[in-house]
């Protein structure tokens, strides 16, 4: 056992603004949580427009930050950058600690960009006020997650990210949005209840070994004292709730009515954002936290990944709505995911965060435009639409790309992650990569038919009025994303260069502390 | 005669009295009496407001002598006084505030209340201090005797409180329900004390502590007897299930404005006795009853959770509510440990300020005769009265547990000291029913938010529950769909505008501002909850 204790080692963490002058990331988090409040208190209700161009200014402004932060991150090393850490709680040893490393920084970025995308692109006419209010909050709320450096206040921002998109959902979407809101939110926070007593648990198990109470992810990360039974049960604790949140099969049944349910900008958010919070998770406390746990139940994770890549496809083919149809490829394409993290190898995990990010680019301009789509009409049933081509050859063209980047054609983002993903899986579990292979053929077909069914053939209802090209406003929320499909997919250095020494550290970290106990794995996690 | 007299007297030692030390106490008792006073003798109706405004007064007099108490036990440690009867501790002086407090916001929402009902008189607040002091000497007992005295005092003045609204059936019985099973319930209390003093020869907290420690009771039946009445009275005023079952029924049927008084004192004041009794007498026994406090918080939390489900009217789930708020009071104490209290402490701390602000919001909502309680009655709230329905939102996120508000600390500090003490299955059943209390906060959230027509969320509900219990994860849907007509009516043919006091506005912000500047920087308050415990001996 001591041992194992000497083999833990610290992970570097940078305190600093990094040369900005002021502490960025409590800027990043704390700006949109402000303008928040400022919109809720101070907009008169009858002014609709002032709380737009707050929306509009503060998230655009958000994602300047957030995308100076991660070109100013530094390449080549593991740690935690930009880091503050502030006494917070202290009876409790809580702290207000934020940083980021490769894992994350792309992460905020993607999130950061989404926003003013949904925001902008996707705008409501009921109650615009309340609207911004909600989608501010939630990404401060989303921001906070990703960059909270201390479990209980990760747990906060997680917790905080419901109420609003409960709102967002419950209050803008579909008929059926109060049903498909409840149950968003009563699964998700049933699933992080166990997380909280998990991470309970944890800190006072810290406490009982060491002599002092913390909740300081870098500590708890580098102790390695539990037991890998305890490291079992700990695991699943937080597993539960990541996988209510990614959503890992069969824990996914509340997405489709989500996702069908919520608005555009609802709907970009949680596919955009929130499942990358889930398998952030996953990969933050999950597997760094209990290497050994997650080495054991590794198969589960990847069996599960799998059932998931080949259900989600499957159910996707057989649906005749639009966003539902795409709401269940998202459980086979977090799949894909899942599988990648838990091969243990250090191309499965980084090309699991890229994929991550992929997909938050991907998935938020495919429900961008499917919300256009669905607009124009008017329904969101597929049997109803077709020949949209010919009327708005630039939506065709814009749909077409990011279909493209989603089923992984070389040249956009999706190849990139999905080839390292596969790779780095078929090295140590060929089977799983196999499986995942499959749902990647699945997803082309998917995705291509929804094309054929959206774009070609004949309008199925003559009797409708042409129907306009997509507008410069949802052009110029998309276009962005567009970009950024094209960069990650034929530049992909930059992003790697900060993404794989994060990974790396973490396949070490598990490599070193499970070499002692399970040495046939420890071989499999060398690339 | 006289001389016999005489003689008897100087026998009778009247133990000298620190009054200072009961300051607190005996302000709200002067208050009210003065007010009795004063509005008999006056001819003359003062100006509305006249006497809530000196009950404020004399509330705020009362904390800032509960606050120069504190510092006193800060720089000189806690100490007893009155015979040893009267324990001034950190401990006390928290609860001391802490009903302050209640009383502040509580006759502040009272008055407008009162004013609208046509109820206003000097009665109500005479009362109300009546009954704060009771509690007040129920925080500070040190005695059995004296926390009796306390618990009679508070429950009296309530029982009459409950009954305050004469034109109300509903009032009238509720106030003689309270009554009935109210002196039942001190009946046993009694009898528990009785029993104790039998099997230890004193009434005083810290004799009994000292005559355990020192004797080795073979058998020790009547004491743990006597042990479990007093649990029961108690359990009693905590509204502790299986005691709980009064509640629902005198939450819906008092004025409002009371219950959210009642829901506030005498719950903290139940829970000082509590907490006094059986940490500071039999806190060598614990393992005796610590068993029996764990199986009543989870009852509790239990039975507040699933009960406030299936409520319609507001104040009844208000009621359930608050049922599993007392659950997780009696988490923190079954930990029986130092972060178990203070958690406890916390936890009832910031619970008044969100009951009271509740039930103020529900008193405006009321209307006159004080009778729209459905959750009906709640729904398009948001677009009546924005600030009402926000502010009531922010008050049951809060109850739920939603982070950035004192309540997510609350449950957090409880299930901690559970998780601390090793009690895995009290956190994750406290942790559970969090998660049902978040349906039903959240469904009456929904429907304030919600537009006035539609049977909308009500089909929802059905269909949630419906599809959890089938839901195995196989299904690609749901059941069949729903045909919904949500019909945005922009037209509100609902009753006319709500007018909210400015006293009861002036409570709402507060508790509101409480409720998330706290929940924010909960440090203080963490900290003062702390250092109440630290003092317990």
Redesign the interface.
């Known amino acids: 056992m001591s041992s194992v204790l000497a083999a833990a080692s610290t992970i570097p963490f940078s305190t600093g603004t990094g040369g900005f002058g002021f502490p960025i990331l409590p800027a990043i988090v704390v700006l949109p949580a402000i303008a928040a409040a400022a919109v ?1 208190l101070f907009v008169p ?1 009858h002014r609709p427009d002032v709380a737009k161009v707050v929306g509009a200014v503060i998230s655009v402004a958000v994602a300047g930050l957030a995308i100076a932060m991660a070109v100013r991150f530094r390449t080549g090393t593991p740690g935690y950058q930009f880091g503050v850490e502030h006494s ?5 040893g809580i702290q207000w600690k934020l940083g980021v490393d490769g894992i994350s920084v792309f992460l905020v970025t993607v999130t950061a960009v989404v926003f003013p995308v949904a925001i902008l692109g996707a705008p409501v006419t ?1 109650d615009p006020k309340s609207y911004v209010g909600w989608m501010l909050l939630l990404e401060a709320a989303c921001l906070g997650s990703f960059l909270a450096l201390d479990v ?1 206040l990760f ?3 997680f ?2 990210t ?2 609003p998109m ?2 967002l959902i ?2 803008w979407g579909g ?2 949005r ?2 498909a ?3 968003f ?2 699964y998700t ?2 699933g992080s ?2 997380m ?2 998990s991470l ?2 944890l ?2 198990l810290h406490d009982r070994t060491y002599g002092h109470l913390t909740f300081d992810v870098i500590a708890l990360t580098t102790q390695q004292h539990l037991s890998t039974d305890t490291g079992i049960l700990l695991f699943l604790g937080f597993a539960i709730a990541f996988a209510v949140k990614v959503p890992v ?5 509340w997405l ?2 989500a996702q069908a349910e919520a608005s555009t900008g609802g709907s970009i958010v949680l596919a955009a954002v929130m499942f990358n919070l889930g398998t952030y998770g996953l990969v933050r406390f999950c597997l760094e936290m209990f290497p050994r746990a997650a080495v054991a139940l590794a198969p589960l994770m990847l069996t599960l990944g799998a059932v998931g890549i080949v259900y989600g496809f499957l ?1 996707a083919v ?2 005749t709505d639009l966003k ?1 149809m795409i709401a269940y490829t998202l459980v086979g394409d977090l799949g894909v995911i899942v599988v990648g993290l838990f091969a243990f190898t250090r191309q499965g995990l980084s090309g699991g965060v890229y994929q991550m990010v992929n997909h938050g680019v991907s998935m938020g301009a495919m429900f961008l435009l499917i919300g256009v789509v669905v607009d124009r009409f008017g329904t969101g049933d597929l049997r109803r639409m077709g020949g949209l081509q010919s009327n708005a050859p630039l939506m065709a063209a814009l749909f077409m790309v990011v279909t493209l980047s989603v089923v992984g054609v070389p040249g956009l983002n999706g190849f990139i992650g999905e080839f390292l993903l596969l790779i780095g899986t078929f090295v140590t579990h060929r089977w799983w990569a196999v499986a995942a292979t499959v749902g990647v053929i699945l997803a082309a077909l998917v995705f291509l038919w929804a094309y054929q069914q959206i774009f070609h053939g004949q309008p199925k209802e003559r009797d409708r009025p042409a129907m306009a090209d997509i507008g410069r406003r949802e052009l110029l929320a998309v276009a962005p994303l567009v970009v950024l499909i094209v960069i990650l997919g034929v530049y992909p250095r930059p992003f790697l260069d900060r993404i794989n020494p994060s990974a790396n550290r973490i396949i070490a970290h598990v490599s070193a502390l499970t070499n002692q106990a399970e040495p046939a794995v420890a071989t499999g996690a060398r690339p | 005669m006289i001389h016999t007299l005489l003689l008897a007297t100087q026998v009778l030692h009247a133990p000298h009295v620190d009054y200072v030390a009961i300051l607190p106490e005996l302000i709200l008792i002067g208050g009210a009496l003065l007010l009795m006073l004063g509005s008999s003798l006056s001819s003359s109706r003062p100006a509305p407001g006249t006497w809530s405004g000196f009950t404020v007064v004399v509330a705020a007099a009362s904390i800032g002598a509960s606050w120069y108490l504190w510092d006193q036990v800060s720089r000189h440690g806690p100490q007893e006084t009155v015979h040893n009867a009267v324990a001034v501790d950190g401990f006390s002086t928290l609860f001391l505030i802490l009903i302050g407090v209640a009383l502040l916001l509580g006759s502040l929402v009272a008055d407008g209340y009162l004013r609208r009902e046509g109820l206003d008189g000097p009665e109500f607040y005479v009362l109300a201090m009546l009954s704060g002091a009771g509690g007040m000497f129920m925080s500070v007992a040190n005695d059995l005797i004296v926390v009796f005295l306390g618990l009679e005092t508070l429950s009296i003045a309530l029982y009459v409180l409950a009954g305050y609204h004469t034109r109300r059936k509903e009032s009238s019985e509720a106030a003689i329900k309270y009554f009935v099973l109210g002196a039942f319930s001190s009946a046993i209390f009694l009898y528990g004390i009785a029993l104790v003093y039998g099997a230890t020869g004193s009434t005083n907290l810290v004799s009994i502590a000292t005559y355990l420690s020192q004797n080795v009771i073979v058998t020790n039946g009547i004491l743990l007897a006597g042990i479990a009445m007093l649990i029961v009275g108690l359990g009693f005023k905590v509204a502790a299930a299986p005691f709980h079952n009064w509640s629902p029924d005198v939450y819906q049927g008092s004025p409002t404005p009371v219950t959210g008084y009642m829901a506030a004192v005498a719950k903290a004041a139940g829970f000082a006795g509590l907490l006094r009794v059986l940490f500071s007498a039999f806190g060598s026994m614990r393992t005796d009853w610590q068993p029996v406090i764990v199986v009543l918080a989870a009852l509790t939390l239990v039975v507040g959770a699933v009960g406030a489900m299936v409520q319609t009217d507001v104040k009844r789930l208000l009621a359930y509510s608050s049922i599993n708020h007392a659950g997780f009071v009696l988490v923190g104490l079954a930990a029986a440990t130092t972060a178990g209290i203070s958690g406890s402490l916390y936890y009832l701390f910031t619970y008044t300020f969100v009951v009271i602000g509740s039930f103020g919001v529900v008193s405006v909502v009321g209307r006159h005769g004080d009778g729209r309680h459905q959750l009906e009655d709640y729904r398009g709230l948001a677009r009546r009265n ?1 600030f009402l329905a ?1 502010v009531f939102a922010l008050l049951l ?1 809060a109850q739920s547990g ?3 508000t004192t309540g ?2 609350a449950k ?1 500090y409880v ?2 000291s559970a ?2 003490a090793r009690s ?1 299955p009290l ?2 059943l406290s ?2 029913t ?2 049902v209390g ?2 039903y906060y ?2 009456l959230i ?1 429907i304030m ?2 537009s006035p027509a539609g049977e ?2 009500a ?3 059905e ?2 529950i419906t ?2 219990a089938v ?8 059941v069949e ?2 045909d ?1 007509v ?1 019909v ?1 009516a922009e037209t509100e043919a609902g009753p006319p505008e709500l007018e909210v006091p400015t006293s009861t506005a002036l409570v709402l912000t507060l508790t509101g501002l409480f409720t998330v500047a706290f929940g924010l920087v ?2 203080t308050i ?2 003062f909850a ?1 250092q109440a415990t630290l003092l317990v001996h």
């Not at chain 1, 917070?88 to 409790?92: D, P, T």
């Open positions: 809720a209700r917070w709680i202290s009876a409790f009921r209980f747990f906060l921002f917790e905080l419901l109420p409960y709102m419950g209050r008929p059926k109060s049903y809101a409840l149950k939110f009563l926070f049933a209840a166990l909280l007593i309970l648990v800190a006072y099969f069969p824990f996914h049944t489709p009515d159910v057989v649906q539902r | 924005p926000a996120l939603v982070p950035f997510f600390l957090f299930i901690s998780v601390q895995y956190a994750i942790i559970l969090a998660v978040a349906y959240l469904r929904f938010y919600s909308a969320e089909v929802a509900v269909l949630m599809d959890v839901s195995t994860g196989a299904g690609t849907t749901l769909e729903v919904e949500v945005l909960p440090g963490v900290n702390h």
